[in-house]
């Protein structure tokens, strides 16, 4: 499966944005998801995965309230929604996608995820 973020730009403190992840070759439906960011001079860090169903969902404690993952299979695609952005919210955002066949699991390591994304960057400026 190939992944392609796209939805990054610049966006003032406070304001939103609406990362899409679009996949190809293969149907997103067998995949667990995440979003992952890079911030300069940082290591990658999960920001939110979704089970291959969608039934379940991992955000982490600071995104928790600011932000909805979510997956459309029909449109092969995943959707980050990000509210209140913080300066410390400007990274590279990246998908991920592990091939799966439970249902209702989730990954937040890195290494758990078999493709990635070219990612996109958000900067939140002030």
């Known amino acids: 499966v190939q992944l392609q973020a796209s939805g990054g730009g610049l966006v003032q403190a406070g304001g939103s944005l609406r990362l899409s992840c679009a996949a190809s070759?293969?149907?997103?439906?067998?995949?667990?998801l995440g979003w992952f960011r890079q911030a300069p001079g940082k290591e990658r860090e999960i920001v939110a995965a979704i089970s291959r169903t969608g039934g379940t969902i991992y955000y982490t404690a600071a995104e928790k309230g600011r932000s909805t993952i979510s997956r459309d299979d029909a449109e092969n695609t995943m959707y980050l929604q990000m509210s209140s952005l913080k300066l410390g919210d400007t990274a590279v955002y990246y998908c991920?996608?592990?091939?799966?066949?439970?249902?209702?699991?989730?990954?937040?390591?890195?290494?758990?995820?078999?493709?990635w994304g070219r990612g996109t960057l958000v900067t939140v400026s002030s």
């Open positions: 070759g293969r149907s997103v439906s067998s995949y667990a």
């Open positions: 991920a996608a592990r091939s799966e066949n439970c249902g209702t699991c989730y990954y937040i390591r890195s290494d758990d995820y078999n493709y």
